[in-house]
């Protein structure tokens, strides 16, 4: 499935990315830069409706909403980030409400500009770098071998290859006892294995259950667009991994954060998740 440069591509990021700005950004600057023409939607507002899967008929209108939406911008494909989202979208959301558009996941669309963007990438990361992998997605989208590709590209960088692990990504673990630790651990037993120091993260999920390990382990923790932006010499925070390993993550977000946040929404869901300890 190719991209056409010219009809312009809906990137659809989800609900779960809006905790990490700088990755929409980012992505948004790399879809750029290799010349795909791209306007971002995610949020509630574009929701693929699992959030209220346990009422069918919430989630079904939510899912409506969505497809109907991206219709009406016109864009021939719509490309995804979170994998949830995109496997919604083939399985219930499109065949419901028929869409006027291809879907593809923001990875194959970088994937199939990588000579565009190679000449981009001109500083070197010297980093000995584990891809963490999982399986359940890139039965569909040959993700992991589109992110590999990507970071090949980058000039000192190490590529080593985690084992994969079960499901599409580590969100899809949790619901297992003892699943994500157990996950966890053989992650950090691959990196050691292999003499890696720094864990390449896919998705939003395996980002946020990754970072804290920073505080137990000596490694870094990076998503595959921050090792691109950072080969681009392009500046910026990665403002999640910053709050989940401070000692205070309520003084670190700040009044403003909060605010933005809601405070319920904040004491209620933000600050238990940046507070909860490593698993591992």
Known sequence: MAVSDQAGVTFWYGCNMTRHGELVRLTMRLLQAVGVSADASGGPAACCGSPKEADARISAGMAARTVQAFNARGSRQVATWCPSCHMNMQDFMAPATPANFETLHVTQVLHQHREALRPLLRHTVPARVMLHRHLGFDSRVPVNDCVAGL???IPGLELTLQP??????????????GALARGQQETLDAMAAAGADTLCTIFHSCHREGVGLERTHPIRVKNWVHLLAEAAGWDFTDDYKTWRNAADPRAEVGAGGIAAA?????DRLVEPELRKAPLV
């Not at 994969?164 to 006892?177: A, E, F, R």
């Not at 809601?262 to 904040?266: A, L, T, Y």
Request: charged share 10%; with cysteine; aromatic share 10%.
């Open 151 to 153: 970071l090949e590209m």
């Open 262 to 266: 809601g405070d319920v929404v904040f």
């Open 164 to 177: 994969p692990l079960p499901g599409h990504m580590c969100w899809s673990l949790g619901n297992v006892p």
